[in-house]
């Protein structure tokens, strides 16, 4: 069982920074693929970024590239999403989940957090 807790969102202008972070329960952390989804109002949930626990690149949607960075610590538990250069279409409740493969499919995931609000205005 994985517990996962979100933090770090907020308002912020476009062209600004800002890294959510991911804290998760249970001992098992580093065996679990880790990712970050993103929903806006009347959207889909749509993937953004996911990490295996080992030296495997990471995998970003389009969108995102060369603009926000995913990283985890494990000795922390903890999970980090790094978005610089925010536009508005960025503004979305960014969720982390944790799930055996890295997959752009959220069902394929098996556990989630609350959620977090980033809102990036222009």
Do not use: H
């Amino acid at each position: 069982q994985v517990q996962l807790v979100e933090s770090g969102g907020g308002l912020v202008q476009a062209g600004g920074s800002l890294r959510l972070s991911c804290a998760a329960s249970g001992r098992t952390f580093s065996s679990y693929v880790m990712g970050w989804f993103r929903q806006a109002p009347g959207k889909e949930r749509e993937f953004v970024a996911a990490l295996r626990w080992n030296s495997t690149p990471p995998r970003y949607v389009d969108s995102v590239k060369g603009r926000f960075t995913i990283s985890r610590d494990n000795a922390k538990n903890t999970l980090y999403l790094q978005m610089n250069s925010l536009k508005p279409e960025d503004t979305a409740v960014y969720y982390c989940a944790a799930g055996r493969e890295t997959t752009v499919v959220p069902i394929r995931y098996d556990y989630w957090g609350q959620g977090t609000q980033v809102t990036v205005s222009s």
